[in-house]
């Protein structure tokens, strides 16, 4: 991941994206650990609904995919 914007941009673009997004990094781990510092350091709780996984696909790629409404019955 060539970091090009402020790396919190990436979870508000899967906040704003129907499903998530996909992003394209050198070192999954280290970037994965970064945007989740950054998650915690910016306070905002909207941020919860999105998770991190690398793609099975291609261990070059992590996916911010949104999860679904929690379920309401007790």
Known sequence: MT?????????????H???GIE??????????ARLYTARLEAKDPD???ISICKSPFDPMKL????????????
Request: a positive charge.
């Open 3 to 15: 970091i090009k914007e402020p790396i919190l941009n990436y979870w508000y673009r899967a906040l």
């Open 17 to 19: 994206s129907s499903v």
């Open 23 to 32: 992003v394209s990094c050198s070192d999954a781990e280290k970037i994965r």
């Open 47 to 49: 941020l919860h609904t």
């Open 63 to 74: 996916w911010f995919i949104k999860k679904g409404p929690k379920d309401e019955t007790p």
